[in-house]
């Protein structure tokens, strides 16, 4: 399809490592398809700049699919660009036009540390689900699944929480970094089940605790988060995450 | 000719009757005491299904683990794109599920090349899935009484399939990373993000540790343990395009290859039947369709070679729906290797759709007819999102157009029932090993497998060989231990080294050509012949000529890629050899040579039936083959019939 494609302007952060203080490149591509992915857009580029001599643009991805959550651009000002309900790997050329001009910038969070280019380290996320995002289970025998009642709509609203996809676009999109889309999720998730009940107060306090000290910001209930997440995972949950946290530091003893 | 092995190899398979060899095995096994346990430190690469389960159940035993991945986190595991489901034989439907039955069709699905003890097991321990999953709060699908729901996938008569709308993986996967964040929290796990295992360290012949490289700054690192367990995934991206992640790769598997382990059934490939076409060359990856949709989709092509009309203008009676025709028994839910070879019989015919006629429909039309749009929407509404977002085509207004596509390897590192390979101390789980699928994997039975493994394996496994290893450890200036670390680093200087002019992904795809083409869906011997001389040509190429920006100092993703494709350029050729050792058809193995008249896989079970283990004699020189044999003594040796 050469000469049929789209010439951009890519205007691309650059940083060698954490320590480099880092910048935009100014980078010409042709023959862009609209059939190409966003990220396969980057893969010509990334070519084009081994033939040159220069290094890659380094950015973060695996699945492509819109579900592990790997990748994390910053595009035009808005994470994962334009499109609801996309992430960045399953956001496509044709979105854009001929002569467009497309800023690509990392996540921009203090408790997110830019690794090189567009990549950063999400590695708070994990000290917070590390911290109580799970069901105090061991693996053994426990009983029959379907001794378990769910009612189908609690079930569905778990699941709805549940699809977050941990990549941080909510973080990235709120302007004080709050996490609390990210956090709420989870608690949610497992509140809205009989086998989350159990810990519920606990697990709204230590998460919370551990997002705060990782330097994530508080939320000021503008959400952005909600615009920005690829997953659709809903601002109600934060009322719920809130609803739980004010319970728990009521009524249980942790909260005292 | 193949240089073959004396001995046959022993999969020391418990005695007993094949219901109570699980039981069997599990009351010979030694125990490390409660005390004991934290004196031992097991090492898990990989923290996919898996090893995210082996990992968190082996330290809720009590065993210090260190667990390892190359994602920045182990919730991105590959696992995590699984779309479908998971299979259990828990009969909830009512509809004649039982254990039995499960072992049955996944041996059958298999095309009788898996070791019966282990699928056995697999169906023993499937229920178990379920009850550890629901615990952990993974919000399965579920009926309006609050109970779980089920559906059909191929290869089986029965509704044995539990499901997360269309992201079982994701679920299953996070409730496993949440039991593993969980022992993260306690301090019994230390998580290793964006390490890739670079080497295994043998010491007197047993598995004592590996040798990592830290992806964000290129530093080196050994780290030793009383046992590696190994649970890193498959090999499809030697096809370059797949459905894998991109990250997908075979280095683990083949740096322990290398160091002595067997690696089974290599050109054991799954092509799945229900993929988004190709449209163009700048194409990294293909996308999964999930098989949930044969559910409700029904395939055709047109009846008149080269009708290039809209499918809307195609009217009733000129649409072939040709898996209905030739397999009224199964129809659409045919096993995947029967689907995908059906495909492309068509589109060879010339009766293939779209621009590039290398595709057929998956029509929804009837089943919006009869259940509604929005039931549809609700079953596999992710999945029509993301089809409309690759292909901005609506699958609600004109059918999907799909095409088979490199997808799941059923080969991996030879094990014995325990899970344990050949060298002592490694123990392979999950999609990285060969053990369970045969020659063909039916859906929803790979989710089940890394969970079985990892979760009610592994966790009685390892403690016997530790019972048996003793407790001593290794220190890091163990002689053995420093070379792997010099040979792992010397391996890293050299592809920097090469400064030629050939793009890394270049010479990926140009892998992934020769696979595909003379590798792929259809086989023959003179083109494996070629594909191995086309092989050792690239991997000339490589090193003579590949281009590798940046240092190794550094966050350098084009090394990263250069040191897989590496290894990617060695495994090909054992693939291409096992592929050509093989003359028989078998599962997702189709050799031309061997066909029924109506063009069906043919089996040599006299001369065949077993499992290859492959042993390393170093590069480009002739493999060894060691042979397991197979018996069948529950399921009869018979003729896969899916008519
Ligand atoms: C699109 C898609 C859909 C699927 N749908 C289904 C389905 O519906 N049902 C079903 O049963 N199966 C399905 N499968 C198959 C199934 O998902 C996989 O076979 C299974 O999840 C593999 O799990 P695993 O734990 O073995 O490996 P993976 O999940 O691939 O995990 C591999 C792990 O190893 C790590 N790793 C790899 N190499 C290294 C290295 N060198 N160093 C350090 N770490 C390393 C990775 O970081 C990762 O943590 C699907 C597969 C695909 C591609
Ligand atoms: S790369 Fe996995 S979500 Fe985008």
Known sequence: M??????????????????????????????????????????????????????????????????????????????????????????????????????????????????????????????????????????????????????????????????????????????????????????????????????????????????????????????????????????????????????????????? | MVQVAEATLDGRIPDGPIEQKWDNRKSELKLVSPNNKRKYEVIVVGTGLAGASAAASLAELGYNVKAFCFQDSPRRAHSIAAQGGINAAKNYPNDGDSIWRLFYDTVKGGDYRAREANVYRLSQVSGSIIDQCVAQGVPFAREYGGLLANRTFGGAQVSRTFYARGQTGQQLLLGAYSALMRQVGSGKVKMYPRQEMVDLIKVDGVARGIVTRDLTNGKFETHTAHAVVLCTGGYGNVFYLSTNAKGCNVTAAWRCHKRGALFANPCYTQIHPTCIPVSGDYQSKLTLMSESLRNDGRVWVPKAEGDARRAADIPEGERDYYLERRYPAFGNMVPRDVASRAAKERCDAGFGVGATQQAVFLDFKHAIARDGEATIRAKYGNLFHMYHKITDEDPYQVPMRIYPAVHYTMGGLWVDYNLQSNVPGLFVLGEANFSDHGANRLGASALMQGLADGYFVIPYTVGDHMARHGQEKVSNDHPEVRASLEEAQGRVSKILGVAGFRSVDSIHRELGQIMWNKVGMSRTAGGLKSAAEDIQALREVFWNDVKVMGTGESFNQNLEHAGRVADFLEFAELFAIDALHREESCGGHFRDEHQTDDNEARRDDENFCYAAGWEFQGVGNEPVLHKEPLDFNEVPLTTRSYK
């Open chain 1, 2 to 256: 050469s000469g049929q494609g789209m010439e951009l302007k890519l205007q691309i952060w650059r940083q060698a490592n954490a320590e480099d203080k880092g910048r935009f490149h100014i980078y010409h591509l042709s023959d862009v398809s609209p059939h190409m992915s966003f990220l396969e857009m980057l893969d010509v580029l990334n070519e084009q700049l081994i033939t040159l001599g220069e290094e890659p643009v380094a950015f973060d991805h695996d699945c492509r699919e819109g579900i592990c959550g790997m990748c994390s651009l910053m595009i035009n000002g808005q994470a994962h660009g334009p499109d609801k309900e996309t992430t960045t790997c399953q956001l496509h050329m044709r979105r854009f036009s001929d002569g467009d001009t497309i800023v690509i910038e990392p996540w921009r969070a203090k408790a997110f540390p830019v690794i090189r280019d567009l990549v950063v380290d999400r590695g708070s996320f994990d000290r917070i689900m590390s911290k109580g995002g799970f069901v105090s289970v061991n693996t053994g025998n426990p009983a029959d699944a379907n001794t378990i009642l769910v009612p189908k709509q609690d079930a569905d609203r778990a699941m709805d929480a549940a699809a977050c996809i941990g990549c941080g676009a909510c973080v990235a999109a709120c302007k004080n970094a709050s996490a609390l889309l990210f956090v709420s999720a989870k608690v949610s998730q497992l509140s809205l089940l009989p086998q989350g009940k159990p810990e519920k107060a606990q697990r709204v306090l230590n998460m919370v605790a551990q997002m705060d000290e990782e330097g994530f910001g508080s939320c000021t209930n503008t959400s952005e988060c909600e615009a920005a997440c690829p997953a659709g995972i809903s601002v109600s949950n934060i009322a719920r995450l809130n609803r739980d946290y004010m319970c728990a530091m009521l009524c249980s003893e942790e909260g005292m």
